[in-house]
């Protein structure tokens, strides 16, 4: 089967996607003129007792977790030698390798002063904060996606020699890239664990380092399958037989492997909630929203993935990745915001501006159109011609 990459640039420029990316590019250009002339305030609605709003709960908390398809994938097709997911692996590590570029450049917006992003790893380092684990974990894991990507932009460029140097190393780096997430997925939950009289009950417990690690791989598997399906139209035609082959086959699997690990996750939540004896908080309206997420964005995609693999029914589980994939954004907004200093009165909680919002969804948007364009002219959903045979 050929592959049309150049099928794209025949395509009309003022599409409905093209003009929307646009107007959000400069929106998003002009708030970041404003952010970085007027400061925080000018286009945030942050404050001391909300010194993290949107940009922490959804550009970082949100980002580092659905990128987690990245070793995710790798481990089940490298560690675990289900090579029948090796087509799956190259746009995994690319949509992962994006999410976490995106993450740290969307910390220069919140942190402010970029050329000193690097002073915790290289000048001051806080070897005891989490938030330095956090860090230097990213960094490590930044640099290892890259690696990971390369072989498939050394072989667009023609360079053979040196990608076939980094494939010998894809083990090494599968292996690392798990290390490394297990770390700082963990530690961005850990990261709350010193609040505990902010964070409301039912959502704090000393278990939130495991219950980020675990929704992570939930995360994972679920994003390979909702980033499967928003590409299958777009990109069908960058597919090759071997991916489009495979393609229910690892949807069938990964859903088969989300449903066991929502259960595992819905399983430790609740003996969490009843190691903290905080039954009495699910009559409150807190309660009533912890239950929404419980039941409605774990417990409910758990049993549709249980039913989609039973019957083969590619579309339920397709459902069932989308409804995690916003069960997760709807976990970290909720320990990041909406359960983060529940005791404040109504006046003085925070509500994202229009800034923080715009902000967002510039970053977003980029990641959509820097994955397109990678995607368009890199063998990502295709193998090239002259490494066909190598697995």
């Not at 693999?309 to 320990?335: C, E, H, P, Q, S």
Request: proline share 4%; with cysteine.
């Amino acid at each position: 089967m050929s592959v049309d990459t150049t099928a794209v640039e025949k395509k009309s420029l003022f599409t409905p996607f093209n003009i929307i990316a646009t107007i959000i590019l400069i929106a998003g250009a002009i708030v970041t003129v404003m952010r970085f002339t007027g400061g925080l305030g000018a286009v945030t609605n942050l404050d001391q007792n909300n010194p993290w709003g949107i940009w922490i709960g959804f550009d970082l908390m949100c980002g580092v977790a659905l990128a987690a398809g990245g070793y995710t994938t790798s481990a089940a097709c490298y560690v675990f030698g289900l090579k029948k997911y090796h087509s799956a692996v190259r746009p995994a590590i690319l949509t992962a390798f994006l999410g976490y570029a995106l993450v740290v450049f969307a910390l220069h917006y919140d942190v402010g002063q970029p050329w000193r992003l690097t002073y915790p790893l290289f000048v001051q380092n806080g070897t005891t904060s989490l938030l330095f684990e956090v860090g230097l974990c990213v960094f490590l894991y930044l640099t290892v996606l890259f690696i990971e990507f390369t072989p498939a932009l050394f072989e667009w460029l023609g360079m053979t020699k040196i990608r076939n140097i980094v494939v010998k190393l894809t083990l090494a780096l599968t292996i690392m890239g798990v290390v490394l997430s297990t770390l700082h997925q963990s530690s961005l939950g850990a990261l709350f664990t010193i609040a505990p009289s902010k964070l409301h009950p039912l959502w704090y417990s000393q278990y939130l380092p495991v219950f980020f690690f675990v929704s992570s791989i939930c995360a994972g598997l679920s994003m390979v399958i909702f980033e499967g399906t928003l590409s299958h139209k777009p990109m069908h035609h960058l597919m090759d037989e071997e991916y489009l082959n495979n393609h229910d086959g690892l949807i069938l699997g990964f859903g088969k492997a989300a449903s066991l690990v929502l259960f595992g996750y819905f399983s430790i939540k609740v003996i969490g909630l009843a190691y903290d004896n905080n039954w009495h908080y699910l009559t409150t309206g807190y309660g009533a929203w912890y239950l929404v997420e419980m039941l409605g964005f774990v417990a409910l995609p758990s049993f549709l993935y249980a039913i989609g693999v039973r019957d083969k029914n590619i579309t339920v589980i397709k459902w069932a990745a989308g409804l995690t994939v916003l069960g997760i954004i709807v976990n970290r907004f909720n320990i990041s915001m909406v359960a983060f200093n529940y005791q404040l009165p109504s006046a003085e909680r925070y509500w994202p501006s229009w800034g923080e919002i715009t902000i967002s969804l510039f970053v977003v948007t980029i990641g959509v159109l820097v994955f397109r364009f990678i995607s368009t002219r890199m063998p990502i959903f295709h193998e090239h011609p002259d490494y066909k045979e190598e697995h």
